[in-house]
Nanobody, 120 residues
Framework: QVQLVESGGGLVQPGGSLRLSCAAS????????MGWYREAPGKQRELVAL???????IYADSVKGRFTIFRDNAENTVALRMNDLEPEDTAVYYC??????????????WGQGTQVTVSS
């Protein structure tokens, strides 16, 4: 019903920066929240940053002050600027969006994931 296409990611040295982007398409009536999660090997998927429909933002404690989420409601896109990256940030990053379809049913969609590797 709703497709999320991610871009960005890759290999970066500690202290470097990356930008992830995600675009949502499909029968979207409204999006309540868009955000980013990550899953490191052997760990559960965790919230990284979230932007709600009220323009509120939520960050994991581990990324506060280093990551910034940007959302464009008109374009149904969300981006994540990641600065001062650490090896502990290495993970597969997933875009997520949930909201209402044009038929007024709800949706909760995930992107395919993009690898971020922080290593020297």
């Amino acid at each position: 019903q709703v497709q999320l296409v991610e871009s960005g990611g890759g290999l970066v040295q500690p202290g470097g920066s990356l930008r992830l982007s995600c675009a949502a398409s499909g029968r979207i009536f409204s999006i309540n929240a868009m955000g980013w999660y990550r899953e490191a090997p052997g760990k559960q998927r965790e919230l990284v940053a979230l932007s709600t429909s009220g323009s509120n933002t939520i960050y994991a404690d581990s990324v506060k002050g280093r990551f910034t989420i940007f959302r464009d409601n008109a374009e149904n896109t969300v981006a994540l600027r990641m600065n001062d990256l650490e090896p502990e940030d290495t993970a597969v990053y997933y875009c997520n969006a949930h909201g209402i379809l044009t038929g007024f049913s709800s949706f909760n969609s995930w992107g395919q994931g993009t690898q971020v590797t922080v290593s020297s």
